[in-house]
């Protein structure tokens, strides 16, 4: 049984950070492409990030472009997410998920063919 478990979240101050981890097991992380993707109430799913799962490469949401760092542990089996100056408006439930292929359309990143889903962690940005 395939599973994406996502931890890290929590409660920060504005300008503080996290780093959010999305581990697997049932598949290795390491022959998908995995998209961090985020969701605040009322608003709809954003693309974040996505890592390639053959040459590693990395894309980025305009939003958070120079505030964010996806990466991967091979060994670990987990795609991290490192989050720096956080702002209120970072604050949703971040999910990741694994699918065929990494794309850029209207400033968010896609993931073709997503086949597995975690079930979010909660970023809450607050003062």
């Known amino acids: 049984q395939v599973q994406l478990v996502e931890s890290g979240g929590g409660l920060v101050q504005p300008g503080g950070s996290l780093r959010l981890s999305c581990a697997a097991s049932g598949v290795t992380l390491a022959n998908w492409h995995i998209g961090w993707f985020r969701q605040a109430p009322g608003k709809e799913r954003e693309g974040v990030s996505c890592i390639e799962g053959d040459f590693g490469a990395t894309l980025y949401a305009d939003s958070v472009k120079g505030r964010v760092t996806i990466s991967r542990d091979h060994a670990a089996n987990t795609v991290y997410l490192q989050m720096n100056g956080l702002i209120p408006e970072d604050a949703a439930v971040y999910s990741c998920?694994?699918?065929?292929?990494?794309?850029?359309?209207?400033?968010?990143?896609?993931?073709?063919?997503?086949?597995?889903w975690g079930r979010g962690t909660q970023v809450t940005v607050s003062s």
């Open positions: 998920a694994a699918g065929y292929g990494c794309y850029v359309r209207a400033g968010q990143t896609l993931l073709r063919n997503t086949q597995y």
